[in-house]
């Protein structure tokens, strides 16, 4: 689907000489859930080149930093890709979505067996880490850093409906304050 441009043409939101900037199908948040996607395919981050592992890092801030300029008030903002877990597109993206705040407790709850390792960028993980292992993995950062599951029993599509669920949450808990404030 990546490797073919009009499959996403009129989603494309921008692009790089190395990456594509899409906006998502089926929006599971208010707005600015967007994918980064390498223009070279490449199955997932830990695949790319460390070239490009630096690029995606460097592009991911400044999509972050669009996304606060866009929505004010420093919006809390998730990044991940679940690569061969629950990946229904073989092909490398990164998932940002704004208005999530931390999913690091609930994949810790969900496969307290596996490995967790904190990662520092998308370089580190790429050029240390999955260099290494080569296993499965949830790659994820939140509000409380970036950090890789490694091979998890997780469903097709895990992220997306733990960040969905956690979105969904938040708005419910907002919309209990507003009702009490009245």
């Known amino acids: 689907m990546f490797c073919d ?5 009129e989603r494309l939101c921008g692009e790089t000489k190395d990456f594509w900037i899409i906006a998502t199908l089926g929006q599971i948040s208010n707005g600015g859930y967007l994918l980064l996607v390498p223009k070279r395919h490449v199955e997932c981050i830990g695949a790319m080149t460390s070239k490009e592992a630096k690029l995606l890092d460097k592009l991911g801030v400044r999509v972050c930093d669009a996304l606060i300029q866009e929505y004010g008030d420093a ?46 960028s998308l370089s580190d993980f790429r050029n240390s880490l999955y260099g290494k292992r080569k296993e499965p993995y949830l790659l994820w950062g939140d509000l409380w850093g970036m950090k890789v599951c490694w091979n998890p029993p997780a469903p097709s599509q895990y992220l997306r409906i733990i960040v969905h669920l956690e979105i969904r949450f938040l708005y419910a808990k907002i919309l209990i304050w507003m009702s009490m404030s009245m």
């Open 75 to 120: 919006p809390d903002i998730i990044m991940f890709e679940h690569w061969i877990v629950g990946q229904t597109i073989k092909h490398a993206h990164l998932h940002i979505v704004p208005g999530v705040q931390i999913i690091a407790k609930r994949i810790a709850d969900d496969f307290p067996e596996n490995d967790v390792s904190c990662i520092v």
């Open 5 to 9: 441009k009009s499959q996403f043409e």
